[in-house]
């Protein structure tokens, strides 16, 4: 009971819901996400592909993840003085329109993913980033990107609190789980509750803004490699527990 209580006040106070002009916001709140290609191309995306692989460089910023093949930089921002700044002209009034937040909290992830067996895709698998709280993400890809380089996907719809509640029942699971195995995505679409994943291929400097209150995952990379940078946008500070 507590749990449904979370996610309807969560629901109430979620801007989003009451902003009906913006048609980014709107494809937020029906689908979960939003697609622009070319967002930054020729030289601007080549100069920012440089400073990010030269941070690189510094393993002191470096966090390795999903079994040694997701090397990320959090906070790149705070951390290394690293700015993508059409990224966040874009990004801030936009989140203005989602969240009430008066003053709200943001990073940059720098996210470089390699090929190789065992590697579990960025973000370690199926999940929701809350499974209370709509979420607010940007990601920019910095490299090309096909269906084996390790795509961003999102169930479409799911960010909606109705597929919270049906998820949870189709799968004997409690409200506030927010991982999820490749079964249980199968199960769901096999039982009509989600739709099948979309899959986001771009050629590099393509961006996708999602509420990753939505089931999502870095699709398992099976060849080459993928780098982005992510924005976060939070309201109240979080930002100190990815550093460590």
Same mark, same amino acid.
């Given at each position: 009971?507590?749990?449904?209580?979370?996610?309807?006040?969560?629901?109430?106070?979620?801007?989003?819901?009451?902003?009906?002009?913006?048609?980014?916001?709107?494809?937020?709140?029906?689908?979960?996400?939003?697609?622009?290609?070319?967002?930054?191309?020729?030289?601007?995306?080549?100069?920012?592909?440089?400073? &990010?692989?030269?941070?690189?460089?510094?393993?002191?910023? &470096?966090?390795?993840?999903?079994?040694?093949?997701?090397?990320?930089?959090?906070?790149?921002?705070?951390?290394?003085?690293?700015?993508?700044?059409?990224?966040?002209?874009?990004?801030?009034?936009?989140?203005?329109?989602?969240?009430?937040?008066?003053?709200?909290?943001?990073?940059?992830?720098?996210?470089?993913?390699?090929?190789?067996?065992?590697?579990?895709?960025?973000?370690?698998?199926?999940?929701?980033?809350?499974?209370?709280?709509?979420?607010?993400?940007?990601?920019?890809?910095?490299?090309?990107?096909?269906?084996?380089?390790?795509?961003?996907?999102? &169930?479409?719809?799911?960010?909606?609190?109705?597929?919270?509640?049906?998820?949870?029942?189709?799968?004997?699971?409690?409200?506030?789980?927010?991982?999820?195995?490749?079964?249980?995505?199968?199960?769901?679409?096999?039982?009509?509750?989600?739709?099948?994943?979309?899959?986001?291929?771009?050629?590099?400097?393509?961006?996708?803004?999602?509420?990753?209150?939505?089931?999502?995952?870095?699709?398992?990379?099976?060849?080459?490699?993928?780098?982005?940078?992510?924005?976060?946008?939070?309201?109240?500070?979080?930002?100190?527990?990815?550093?460590?």
């Amino acid at each position: 009971m507590i749990n449904h209580l979370k996610l309807l006040l969560s629901e109430i106070g979620h801007k989003g819901n009451f902003i009906k002009s913006d048609e980014i916001i709107n494809s937020l709140n029906t689908k979960g996400y939003y697609y622009i290609p070319d967002f930054i191309i020729d030289e601007e995306l080549k100069l920012i592909k440089d400073v &990010v692989v030269d941070l690189y460089s510094n393993d002191d910023l &470096v966090k390795i993840e999903s079994n040694g093949f997701d090397k990320r930089i959090y906070g790149a921002d705070e951390r290394a003085n690293f700015a993508v700044p059409k990224l966040n002209d874009k990004s801030n009034p936009l989140y203005s329109k989602f969240s009430f937040t008066s003053n709200p909290f943001h990073f940059l992830l720098l996210g470089w993913i390699t090929s190789g067996k065992g590697n579990l895709g960025s973000g370690g698998g199926w999940h929701r980033d809350s499974p209370f709280a709509h979420q607010f993400k940007t990601i920019l890809y910095l490299t090309d990107v096909t269906e084996d380089n390790g795509p961003f996907q999102f &169930v479409e719809g799911s960010n909606n609190w109705r597929n919270n509640l049906s998820v949870a029942k189709a799968l004997g699971k409690s409200l506030s789980d927010y991982r999820f195995t490749n079964d249980d995505i199968e199960l769901l679409v096999k039982k009509g509750v989600i739709k099948e994943p979309q899959t986001f291929t771009s050629k590099a400097g393509g961006l996708i803004i999602a509420d990753t209150r939505g089931l999502h995952r870095g699709k398992p990379i099976e060849v080459g490699e993928r780098l982005a940078v992510t924005r976060y946008h939070f309201h109240k500070d979080v930002r100190s527990k990815f550093y460590k």
